[in-house]
């Protein structure tokens, strides 16, 4: 928690204000920022200043794990993070290749899943990790992508947090991630759950104990319209002591992810916070 209020505050010092050509607002921006979580010992990153609504955050990263394309198999799940660049994004509707009402294109999961490599197959990258991962093989290439500049133009926007390499020492398992581009307000809050949520569940399914998962994040930045609100309101609030996250022992297998694991495998303990915050959401 005190380093993501330590980068929130880094933002309001030190930031410089930039256009921002596809929302059509200004945001306060830093470069280079890097945050760690010690999923070993159990100190979910957690925002306490606010009140977060991890489920949806969780339950958008089972959509990715599953390749999802479609904002509507999000809300099955939980997570109505996609409905808006899905149905509301104007240049995404304005595309030929958009399938209809909540279609997302090849973004994300649909990469991690079904990269399409030169003869027409598809590549499952996260298959290739797991398999490796549960035979206790690292080739120093454990790497989930979900940047495909060649296919930027079929789905409706580039992933932010876009590659994950994965590091395997004795019997404990690593995380790096990497993020582009982070709305730190409201991004980083879903972000940073997501990273260690995902550990967890990786070294659960290949067998293997968690260790540390390292966040990169490029450009992170504060909209104009969220900067009162992160300045005189979240940032003049106390921390309070991280929770717990605990995942249903019995999630063994990436096919038992696939097929029944719900929100209701995932609980949180000892969590407290402050009152909500309605940070502004730019398409």
């Given at each position: 928690m005190k380093q993501y209020l330590a980068l929130c505050q880094r933002i309001i010092d030190e930031g410089t204000w930039i256009e921002n050509k596809r929302t059509g607002k200004k945001?306060?921006?830093?470069?280079?920022?890097?945050?760690?979580?010690?999923?070993?010992?159990?100190?979910?990153?957690?925002?306490?200043?606010?009140?977060?609504?991890?489920?949806?955050?969780?339950?958008?990263?089972?959509?990715?794990?599953?390749?999802?394309?479609n904002a509507a198999d999000f809300r099955a799940l939980g997570a109505k993070t996609w409905d808006a660049n899905a149905n509301d994004n104007q240049a995404w509707l304005n595309n030929p290749v958009r399938k209809g009402e909540d279609d997302m294109g090849r973004v994300?999961?649909?990469?991690?899943?079904?990269?399409?490599?030169?003869?027409?197959?598809?590549?499952?990258?996260l298959r290739k990790i797991i398999d490796?991962?549960?035979?206790?093989?690292?080739?120093?290439?454990?790497?989930?992508?979900?940047?495909?500049?060649?296919?930027?133009?079929?789905?409706?926007?580039?992933?932010?947090?876009?590659?994950h390499t994965f590091s395997l020492l004795g019997d404990t398992l690593y995380l790096t991630s990497y993020q582009r581009s982070c709305d730190v307000p409201l991004g980083l809050n879903f972000n940073q759950i997501q990273v260690y949520a995902f550990l967890a569940l990786m070294a659960q399914i290949t067998g293997h104990k968690p260790g540390m998962?390292?966040?990169?994040?490029?450009?992170?930045?504060?909209?104009?319209?969220?900067?009162?609100?992160?300045?005189?309101?979240?940032?003049?609030?106390?921390?309070?002591?991280?929770?717990?996250?605990?995942?249903?022992?019995?999630?063994?297998?990436?096919?038992?992810?696939?097929?029944?694991?719900?929100?209701?495998?995932?609980?949180?303990?000892?969590?407290?916070h402050h009152d909500p915050i309605a940070y502004p959401f730019s398409v």
């Amino acid at each position: 928690m005190k380093q993501y209020l330590a980068l929130c505050q880094r933002i309001i010092d030190e930031g410089t204000w930039i256009e921002n050509k596809r929302t059509g607002k200004k945001c306060l921006t830093v470069i280079d920022a890097d945050l760690s979580y010690d999923v070993a010992n159990n100190e979910f990153p957690l925002v306490t200043t606010r009140k977060s609504f991890w489920k949806a955050a969780i339950a958008e990263f089972l959509g990715y794990i599953r390749g999802y394309d479609n904002a509507a198999d999000f809300r099955a799940l939980g997570a109505k993070t996609w409905d808006a660049n899905a149905n509301d994004n104007q240049a995404w509707l304005n595309n030929p290749v958009r399938k209809g009402e909540d279609d997302m294109g090849r973004v994300y999961g649909v990469q991690g899943r079904s990269w399409q490599k030169p003869d027409g197959t598809a590549l499952d990258q996260l298959r290739k990790i797991i398999d490796h991962l549960s035979s206790d093989l690292d080739d120093r290439g454990e790497i989930l992508t979900f940047y495909n500049p060649g296919e930027f133009e079929l789905g409706c926007l580039r992933p932010c947090m876009h590659t994950h390499t994965f590091s395997l020492l004795g019997d404990t398992l690593y995380l790096t991630s990497y993020q582009r581009s982070c709305d730190v307000p409201l991004g980083l809050n879903f972000n940073q759950i997501q990273v260690y949520a995902f550990l967890a569940l990786m070294a659960q399914i290949t067998g293997h104990k968690p260790g540390m998962a390292y966040h990169k994040i490029v450009n992170a930045h504060i909209y104009d319209d969220q900067v009162e609100l992160m300045r005189d309101v979240q940032l003049q609030r106390e921390p309070l002591a991280p929770p717990q996250l605990h995942i249903n022992p019995d999630i063994k297998t990436l096919e038992d992810i696939e097929s029944w694991v719900t929100m209701d495998d995932f609980s949180v303990e000892g969590y407290q916070h402050h009152d909500p915050i309605a940070y502004p959401f730019s398409v």
